[in-house]
């Protein structure tokens, strides 16, 4: 049974019946919003969103995975590369992220997840986004945060998985923000561990 995830709330990363997550996915779906007036196709441009996420000890980063560092130095965090254009409202998703939750480092005790708009349209201007949380061996969908529409802001810090007491944990954070890449984003990430 899939959660919808409220900004600020906790899920811990466990099996349904028992038993901890090996391999989870979050992925990230949009589709440019729908725009109205005769001349609208003609105006219209692709929307870029790209999926990161950055690896933290304590607060410091340590690795990052994005669409140009495709893997974790380690090996434990996988990016399936670059979409351009979103999924035109297909439901799928558009990028992903695996992680391999037993091969992360024990010094990574943070891996914060963003979504930026590499081409700098507001989230205004885009439709059906969504984050998601899924176990990787099953493609059971654990958890879901929707992106909601109409916002004037070009990014959004949206969830972290952390370790606590030695067993992950997912945080919905939804936190909106402005930039491009998830460099943009690090002073206000920080804010979040």
Not at 122 to 127: D, I, L, M, P
Request: aromatic fraction near 6%.
């Amino acid at each position: 049974m899939t959660v919808n995830l409220g900004k600020g709330q906790k899920i811990t990363l466990e099996k349904p019946g028992g038993g901890s997550l090996r391999t989870v996915r979050m992925g990230l779906g949009w589709q440019a919003a729908p725009r109205k007036g005769f001349l609208s196709k003609l105006f219209a441009s692709e929307i870029d969103l790209d999926a990161s996420a950055v690896l933290f000890s304590g607060k410091r980063p340590v690795d990052v995975v994005y669409f140009q560092h495709l893997t974790s130095d380690d090996g434990s965090v996988r990016h399936s590369g670059d979409n351009l254009t979103g999924g035109a409202g297909q439901g799928g998703d558009d990028e992903t992220i695996v992680v391999d939750l037993e091969r992360v480092p024990g010094e990574i005790d943070q891996i914060v997840f963003t979504v930026s708009s590499f081409t700098g349209q507001t989230f205004a201007e885009v439709g059906n986004a969504f984050c998601r949380l899924v176990d990787e061996a099953t493609g059971q969908e654990l958890a879901r945060y929707t992106l909601t529409g109409g916002e004037r802001h070009t990014a959004q810090i949206m969830a972290k998985v952390h370790r606590v007491s030695g067993a992950w944990q997912m945080t919905a954070i939804g936190a909106p923000s402005h930039g491009r890449t998830f460099n943009d984003l690090m002073p206000e990430l920080v804010t979040h561990l």
